[in-house]
């Protein structure tokens, strides 16, 4: 069983910075967890995409994320990360990490971690 454990959450100003964590008991960006996420879920919203990245590196991001958060995986340490900057009030809400990829049997499988709350101020 993929365990995902996020960190780096906090309360912030607006206009500041968080780099959040998400440490995985596999390799990352291999066959096991071929694509990592960040998404988010505020109160009384449902959960959204922040950005994604393959294991050919490539990124997306959602609108709200272009510019100013960046993902980026570390295989050295089986860590992925996000760099939010800029951030503001509306990015608040509880950040998740989820994994996808296929399984030893070749089943494709997802896995999430715990989520981190992250509290932008005005």
């Known amino acids: 069983q993929v365990q995902l454990v996020e960190s780096g959450g906090g309360l912030v100003q607006a206009g500041g910075s968080l780099r959040l964590s998400c440490a995985a008991s596999?390799?990352?960006?291999?066959?096991?967890?071929?694509?990592m996420g960040w998404y988010r879920q505020a109160p009384g919203k449902q959960r959204e995409l922040v950005a994604t990245i393959t294991m050919g590196d490539t990124t997306t991001y959602a609108d709200a994320a272009k510019g100013r958060f960046t993902i980026s995986g570390d295989n050295t340490k089986d860590t992925v990360y996000l760099q939010m900057n800029s951030l503001k009030p509306e990015d608040t809400a509880v950040y998740y990490c989820k994994g996808s990829g296929f399984s030893d049997d070749l089943i494709f499988r997802e896995y999430w971690g715990q989520g981190t709350q992250v509290t932008v101020s005005s």
């Open positions: 596999t390799r990352i960006l291999s066959r096991r967890l071929n694509t």
